[in-house]
């Protein structure tokens, strides 16, 4: 079909927006050259040396250190010490103010303000040590007793100090001894150790083979995991420090964190890649057979990882239409095909946001399910003093409400199919019971005489 000249100058009514098509490209090319420029001028370059924060020598962060360092110096290309110290807010401290470039952190023990994660290394596990023989039965037994902890300021003395927590046990309420678990073995004096570790350690694999030390099973661990998300049951294997006879002696329930490789949140892309690459291209995993794969490393979720790092585990990630549109300027003939691929991209985001956006709910909801049991729990302590049918029918009715309300509003069904939802059905069931007993046995026997004393009033183990 032929085209009409324009009415004032003759031309094709189609040369303005052929004008228009060299102007964007002419605006595109001068934005590519104030990009590479911008980059020339940017870009990063390492320091001289490299240090990373650990720990104490003997512990397992320095152990790992001394792994990493020697692979960490070839993909980097630069000389790399290890700073000792008191562990992991210690660490964090020394990244903030730039006197190292990387550190190893234990989850849940510092805040992550400035900082970013690179990559889990391997579980902690928090190992409950005492003697041989002694009548400490659990962790509960442990108030008023003389206790390790770990140094002063460090992630082990943190972890120690959240379980305790959650039996009730303020420091102030047992000796804390702020040294190294191996004392126990020169200071007859000390019942016991709460050690947050990795399972390989050789310092608690050497004290627990002499025999004259027992593993003690942290039976709370599902409930301590729930209130504190930073910690995850796990188990250590039958005979793991010795064998013959084998300590533990049987596989010992407890919970456990995780250790992570951390650096500053504006640390370069140069510094991530060298050093995930000397951690995931070295086959560390012959030294250090707990470390964590890349391909579960790339799925971890429980603290953002430094966008580098994410783009370390997928190269594709961040890819958008400009990039696209870049790359159909020095490759016009594959315009198609970039086109493709953009739109494809555009598909993974959507799904993606979607994604984000089911997690967002599923998130909300268990919020809400938090609440819905914080107040199962208040009804539970209330009903331990209550000696009043009338007001324990009460609590009931409001025990049934919440269990109905959370039937009616807590709909998704990946929420349904969680272990705290069937926890909190659990406790509103159990509830329920334990309320119309009491009311069949005030019915039936009248009010207890007296005041319940302290050990009465205190909810039975697995009630």
Known sequence: MSVAPHAATGEPAERPSLWHTWYVRGAMVALLVVSLL???VTRESLPDSLAIATAAPGGQYHKFGTILQPHLERSAGR???????AGSPENRELLLGGQVQLAILQSGSVPMEGLAALAPLYREALHVVVRAGSPIQGLGDLKGRKVVLGPEGSGMRQSALAILRHYRIEERELTAHAGYFLELEQDPSLDAALVTTGLENEDLRALLSTGQYALLPVLDAEAISIRAPYFEPIKIPRGLFHEGPPVPAEDTPTVGTTAFLAARSDSGKKLVDATLEALYANHLKLDLPTLIPQAEAARWGLLPLHPAA?????PYEGIGLLANFLESISAIKELLFALGAGLYLLWDRWQLLKERARRAEVNREKEHLDSLL???????RAQMTCEDPAKLREMLDEVTRIKIQALEELTHEDLRGDRLFSIFLMQCANLIRKIQGKILALRTFGPRQGPA???????????
């Open 79 to 85: 000389r790399v010490e290890l700073r000792a110290t």
């Open 374 to 380: 914080d107040r199962t729990v208040a009804i539970e």
């Open 38 to 40: 911008g980059w020339y």
């Open 453 to 463: 004393s302290p050990r009465e009033s205190e909810p039975k183990a697995g009630a």
């Open 310 to 314: 994410r783009a370390y585990h997928d």
